[in-house]
């Protein structure tokens, strides 16, 4: 399989979206970079981003693939990954989700409770 411009931007911006949480506390980085490629990256996208996952040293940084496992793989039931199907149709504890009046728009940073 041979990486194309539109892979490269691909892997870029899931390091993009890595990157941004590095700065968030350790323990919801990898939850933070799930849940925003599972709200804001359509189905082919994902798709690719899985293809190019089976590829040895396609570029990805760690944290992309740690969170992996936790992306909605294409086809599957949506709540088999975090931040999409009933759970963010529902709204979540304390009020929070699109069922609370809340844009899927808005900042992917998963609340921590210190």
Excluded: C, Y
């Amino acid at each position: 399989m041979s990486e194309t411009g539109t892979d490269a931007k691909l892997i870029r911006m899931a390091n993009q979206i890595a990157t941004f949480f590095l700065s968030q506390p350790e323990e919801v980085r990898a939850e933070g970079v799930a849940t925003h490629i599972n709200k804001f990256w359509e189905t082919r996208m994902r798709r690719r981003f899985f293809e190019l996952m089976a590829v040895p040293d396609a570029g990805f940084l760690p944290l992309v693939v740690e969170a992996a496992s936790q992306v909605k793989r294409p086809g599957e039931a949506d709540a088999s990954a975090i931040g999409v199907g009933r759970d963010a149709a529902d709204g979540a504890p304390g009020g929070k989700g699109v069922a609370a009046g809340e844009s899927l728009s808005e900042p992917s940073i998963p609340e921590t409770t210190h």
